[in-house]
């Protein structure tokens, strides 16, 4: 694995239980991690997740929205002044939604609403990311962008989770025509990496099924930040993860 010391990373979603596993292998591994929440409450969710690390000095977490446009757009002219350029970029947004069949949840204009609000965190949270933070990559083939997806959005797995096979299934889209545009250049590597296994805060994979975020960020960084990975979709399921050492 190549060495991420003193590279700068970008993760969002890091007071979720995706993004504090990866935030927590990179820190380990000497990188330093801008990570954006969007309150307190969401700082403190992601501090509680790294309290064993021996220091989080390379830890910031700026105040934004990353579903909000002009949020992350002044994120990315803090960055830049900051540090110029960013080394890796890392999207996990979203939770699990399992309210009801599309059809049968609630009336029309709350149907619409939510709808509307799901696109706007599932997909356009990763778009307006990759449209800000691509161009601040470092002009450097080991440059990456990687969008955190589910198997939810290949196939309904349960009716009451129909939100998520439509949201995520229109993600894996929009990271098709991203990558397609980025192909024939040297860099950014932009790689799709989706979830297929239960991933649980490490306090809670304690055998009952599931692995623990930490072995999901291990194996990210092994199998796509830090390695030569470029333009692909990488599936992640139990078997993959069944082997990390985290
Ligand atoms: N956990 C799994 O087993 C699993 C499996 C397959 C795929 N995934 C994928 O991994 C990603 C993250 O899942 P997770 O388990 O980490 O979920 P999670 O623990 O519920 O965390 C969700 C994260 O997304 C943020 N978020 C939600 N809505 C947002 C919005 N409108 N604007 C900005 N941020 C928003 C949350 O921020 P706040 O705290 O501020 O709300 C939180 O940081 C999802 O795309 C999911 O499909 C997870």
């Known amino acids: 694995m190549a060495s991420l010391a003193n590279k700068v990373a970008v993760v969002t979603g890091g007071s979720g239980t995706v993004g504090s596993g990866i935030i927590y292998q990179l820190l380990k591994a000497g990188a330093k991690v801008i990570a954006p929440v ?52 890392v999207t996990a947004v979203g939770s ?56 939810g959005g290949e196939q309904l797995f349960n009716v009451d989770a129909s939100m998520i096979r439509a949201q995520v299934g229109a993600l894996f889209c929009v990271i098709d025509c991203i990558q397609v545009e980025y192909a024939d250049k040297s860099y950014p590597r932009i790689n799709e990496f989706r979830i ?25 960084l092994e199998s796509c930040v830090a390695s030569n990975t470029k333009g692909q979709l990488l599936r992640v399921a139990d078997a993959e993860l069944a082997f990390v050492n985290p």
């Open 196 to 220: 297929r296994s239960w991933i649980k805060r490490h306090a809670e994979a304690t055998g009952s099924g599931g692995y623990s975020h930490r072995v999901l960020g291990q194996y990210l």
């Open 96 to 151: 699990w939604w399992q309210k009801g069949p599309l059809l049968q949840f609630a009336g029309l204009h709350d149907s619409c609403d939510e709808m509307l609000t799901q696109y706007q965190t599932y997909v356009m949270s990763h778009f307006i990311m990759a449209k800000v933070f691509v161009p601040l990559l470092k002009a450097a083939p080991e440059s990456s962008f990687t969008f955190i997806t589910g198997s």
């Open 38 to 89: 969007r309150n307190e409450r969401g700082k403190q969710s992601l501090l509680s997740e790294l309290e064993s690390l021996p220091s989080t000095a390379n830890l910031e977490t700026p105040l934004a929205d990353v579903s909000d446009a002009k949020s992350v757009e002044a994120l990315g002219n803090e960055v830049k002044t900051k540090y110029g350029t960013v080394d890796h970029v």
